[in-house]
Nanobody, 124 residues
């Protein structure tokens, strides 16, 4: 089992930046692919960004150029740097992990482990 704990959420004004962190614990010896998803009010959970074990990344179009996903494998931590935040970025952000280390995965059903989520609120 792998436990994921997100941190770094908060309330900010439009245009601000936030960095989310996701720390993995438990059976972290595996080479996991990691992703960030979000659930906006009244919407289904949606893909935001993903990173493979080797560092390849892929983003949802609406965050491309504003968000950056990165990871520190030695610290078992993945990050989501969010710049130029917009009110429509308001959501609960979830970290997730899957066991297919080098594949890009964008569907939530393909992820094996999930964090509890962290709230990001962007006001106009």
């Amino acid at each position: 089992q792998v436990q994921l704990v997100e941190s770094g959420g908060g309330s900010v004004q439009a245009g601000a930046s936030l960095t989310l962190s996701c720390a993995a614990s438990g059976r972290t010896g595996g080479a996991y692919g990691m992703g960030w998803f979000r659930q906006r009010p009244g919407k289904e959970r949606e893909f935001v960004a993903t990173i493979t074990w080797s560092g390849s990344t892929y983003y949802q179009d609406v965050v491309k150029g504003r968000f950056t996903i990165s990871r520190d494998n030695a610290k078992n931590t993945v990050y989501l740097q969010m710049n130029s935040l917009k009110p429509e970025d308001t959501a609960v952000y979830y970290c997730a992990a899957h066991l297919d280390s080098f594949r890009i995965k964008v569907l939530s059903r393909n992820y094996d482990y999930w964090g509890q989520g962290t709230q990001v609120t962007v006001s106009s």
